[in-house]
Structure formats: structure tokens, C-alpha cells
């Protein structure tokens, strides 16, 4: 059992940051894969970015490349999305996932999930 407790989100200006985090507790093995999607309203979950474990690897979607940036903090068992120039087209409840061998943005192969943190861009 992986649980993850996400946190950060909030109401920015265009233009503005947000750091988003993602804190992870349970069986380390099963949370190899780390990724953060997001959701608006009345459209479907979207990868925004992610990294395994292992890799040096880090794969973000084309609209927030340049822009976002995931990390992690081993020693706090912490993933962490630095969002910055930041578009109301960015607005959307931000999830954290993790699994042990996902298909990378694929969020159906991800079988654990936090409870969202809400993003919201507007001037």
C-alpha cells in the first residue's frame, strides 16, 4: 500500500509560481514510478510530468515543458512540481501517482493516488 498527501496548490496570477508537493509513505517498491496529472473541469486526467526510480530520466508533456520542473527529496520521502509562468490554461486539481511499472502518463496504470491539490490561474 502506497499513500500519498499532496499540497501547495493555489490561486496565482498569470505569470506567477506554485510548488507543488507530494509526500509518500508505504511500501517503497510499489511507488518506483512517481508522476504528477491534472484534471479540469469536465475534461479528462492529464500527465503533466514524471520520473522512475533508477533513472535520471524526467518526461513532461509538451505544454508545460520549459516551465515545470519535477524533483524529489529522498530523505523526505518528497516528490515536488516547481510550476512557474504559469497560464490559467494551467488551472486544474493537481494529483500525485504512483506505481511500480506504470505506462507514463497513462493514468489508468497508476493505482495509487493523493487527494488533489487545486491550481488555479486567473487575473
Known amino acids: 500500500q502506497v499513500q500519498l498527501v499532496e499540497s501547495g496548490g493555489g490561486s496565482v496570477r498569470p505569470g506567477g509560481s506554485l510548488r507543488l508537493s507530494c509526500v509518500a509513505s508505504g511500501d517503497t517498491y510499489s511507488r518506483n514510478c512517481i508522476a504528477w496529472f491534472r484534471q479540469a473541469p469536465g475534461k479528462g486526467r492529464e500527465g503533466v510530468a514524471a520520473?522512475?526510480?533508477?533513472?535520471?530520466?524526467?518526461y513532461y508533456v509538451d505544454s508545460v515543458k520549459g516551465r515545470f520542473t519535477i524533483s524529489q527529496d529522498n530523505a523526505k520521502n518528497s516528490v515536488y512540481l516547481q510550476m512557474n509562468s504559469l497560464k490559467p490554461e494551467d488551472t486544474a486539481m493537481y494529483y500525485c501517482?504512483?506505481?511500480?511499472?506504470?505506462?507514463?502518463?497513462?493514468?489508468?496504470?497508476?493505482?495509487?493516488w493523493g487527494q488533489g491539490t487545486q491550481v488555479t490561474v486567473s487575473s
Open positions: 501517482a504512483a506505481d511500480r511499472s506504470p505506462t507514463l502518463f497513462d493514468a489508468s496504470t497508476f493505482s495509487a
Open positions: 520520473f522512475c526510480t533508477g533513472s535520471s530520466s524526467t
